[in-house]
């Protein structure tokens, strides 16, 4: 089976940074796009960022020029770097990959984090 264990996450001034990763551990999985979605609370969970295993990238108009997503195909891990963090950056941020197991005969899947909270705040 595969997992998403992510990291980074926590309490920041606006105007700061942090570095979300997300690493997929198991074995006999092959990983095509990966992304970064948030959920701020009462609202709909929202995409961040993509990035297809070529390194084409796509991001939320909210997020553009302020966060970069890049991977790590050796360590089969995706991360985020926030910079200029806003209060309205607030929520919790989970990871996404699609992934073919052995199991299943290479069947892609959307497999999820277990989200990592973010807050903004002065």
Do not use: H
């Not at 609370?41 to 084409?56: D, F, N, Y």
């Not at 910079?83 to 069947?107: F, M, Q, R």
């Amino acid at each position: 089976q595969v997992q998403l264990v992510e990291s980074g996450g926590g309490l920041v001034q606006p105007g700061g940074s942090l570095r979300l990763s997300c690493a997929a551990s198991g074995s006999g999985f092959r990983i095509g796009a990966m992304g970064w979605y948030r959920q701020a609370p009462g609202k709909q969970r929202e995409l961040v960022a993509t990035i297809t295993s070529g390194g084409s990238t796509t991001y939320a108009d909210s997020v553009k020029g302020r966060f970069t997503i890049s991977r790590d195909n050796a360590k089969n891990t995706v991360y985020l770097q926030m910079n200029s963090l806003k209060p309205e950056d607030t929520a919790v941020y989970y990871c996404n990959a699609d992934i073919g197991t052995v199991v299943d005969k290479w069947t892609v899947r959307a497999y999820w984090g277990q989200g990592t909270q973010v807050t903004v705040s002065s």
